[in-house]
């Protein structure tokens, strides 16, 4: 895409990243890539012994970055559910969720993403060396009793409401942490209407918020999870056009046919990159303003529809961005109690043109990592949430 004023296109190379979610405590063959993202629901109920094996098992994984978020499984790891409802799965043996959470965050080679922000620079001679701005976060909208659930924010509205509300009446949704700049957003729940199916539900059960989230940000790529049955691809083509959190957002590239489906040895592969993709992704990660360049962070996505009381439209920096692909990347296919014995899909790999690395002496350069705590933020501004 043409640029204007002082904005220029980064080279970028690509990328190959492999998503996995909802292991559930099984090690699965996973095949080589620059990046692993698992997605939650690393095990079945958090105990210091299922993550230990967990924790093993990534650590021993040949990937330059790994990056890992909790799931609602994940019970041990989220300080205020186990507080409350510990007793409950672990009532003979009450874990520690300190030394739980130790596990995951002082590893040194796993990036353990708690509704907060990494940059990931890739500085390894044989890899792409290449950089990406990461989201991740364990929260999903409550259902039954498991943890990192939220108060559901839009999910009870019908679908006209959901069209109509504007940003101004709309609760405060945890999803508004996701920074702008964002490449990559990893969530374990799925945004609604996109890899959000459940077995005999006819509805859509993913999160509305998250969905008018990504809206807003609008990163090249989303993985999710917890909805095992809505494992798969969705590349969603935003309408730059439209009031905020219309729905109106469709799928650009028709259903994902999976390479890798039908028991064959070929890997599940979603090519975005410009060079080898019959469609590549159209989003280059950048923001412009129109004859100027750049669009500072703080004005990204406040421009008003003319004429149009509370309608939001979308800020002229954001045609950059106009497609994400959405990766529900659920690895267990079948259910408890897994009649007939378990059942699993294939990682899902996503092969992603990502901006090089500039200015970096990387004889001397290890990986970068800048965290943003956001979850205590919203923690504290809802205060406790209900169970």
């Not at 204007?4 to 970028?12: E, Q, S, V």
């Not at 095990?43 to 890992?68: C, D, F, R």
Request: charged share 25%; with cysteine.
């Amino acid at each position: 895409m043409a640029t204007t004023g002082k904005t220029k296109a980064r080279t970028t190379r690509r990328t190959r990243i492999v998503c996995i979610s909802d292991t559930h405590n099984c090690t699965v063959k996973l095949p080589p890539g620059d990046v692993l993202i698992h997605a939650g629901d690393i095990t079945n109920q958090g105990s210091h012994s299922e993550l230990s094996k967990a924790v093993k098992w990534l650590e021993g994984l040949q990937y330059e970055a790994k990056i890992i978020i909790a799931g609602n499984h994940d019970i041990t790891l989220d300080a205020d559910f186990y507080a409350r409802h510990g007793h409950d799965f672990h009532n003979k043996k009450p874990e520690s969720h300190e030394e739980c959470l130790a596990l995951v965050q002082s590893s040194p080679s796993l990036t353990y993403l708690h509704h907060e922000t990494a940059t990931i620079r890739l500085s390894s001679p044989t890899g792409p060396r290449t950089e990406f701005t990461v989201f991740g976060s364990p929260l999903a909208p409550a259902f039954r009793n498991w943890a990192f659930y939220y108060p559901p924010l839009l999910e009870s509205l019908s679908c006209c409401e959901t069209s109509i509300a504007t940003s101004d009446e709309l609760p405060t949704s945890p999803w508004e942490d996701i920074p702008a700049r964002a490449d990559i957003v990893v969530t374990h729940t799925p945004p609604r209407d996109h890899c959000d199916d459940r077995g005999g539900v006819d509805r859509p059960t993913g999160c509305e918020a998250l969905r008018r989230a990504l809206w807003r940000v609008r990163p090249r790529l989303a993985v999710c999870g917890h909805m095992h049955e809505g494992r798969g691809v969705s590349r969603v083509s935003w309408d730059l056009g439209r009031r905020y959190g219309e729905r109106d957002d469709d799928d650009s590239a028709g259903a994902w046919q999976d390479p890798g489906a039908g028991g064959n040895n070929k890997i599940s592969l979603v090519n975005l990159t410009a060079k080898n993709a019959s469609l590549p992704l159209d989003n280059d990660g950048l923001w412009y303003e129109d004859g100027t360049g750049d669009v500072p962070i703080e004005r990204r996505g406040e421009a008003k529809a003319s004429g149009e009381a509370g309608g939001e439209m979308v800020a002229p920096g954001w045609h950059g961005r106009r497609e994400t692909c959405v990766v529900n990347a659920a690895i267990l296919k079948s259910k408890f109690p897994h009649k007939g014995g378990k059942q699993f899909n294939k990682p899902i790999v996503v092969d992603l043109d990502l901006p090089v690395v500039e200015g970096i002496d990387f004889d001397n350069f290890e990986w970068l990592h800048v965290h943003f705590d956001n979850y205590a933020a919203y923690s504290n501004q809802v205060g406790s949430i209900p169970y």
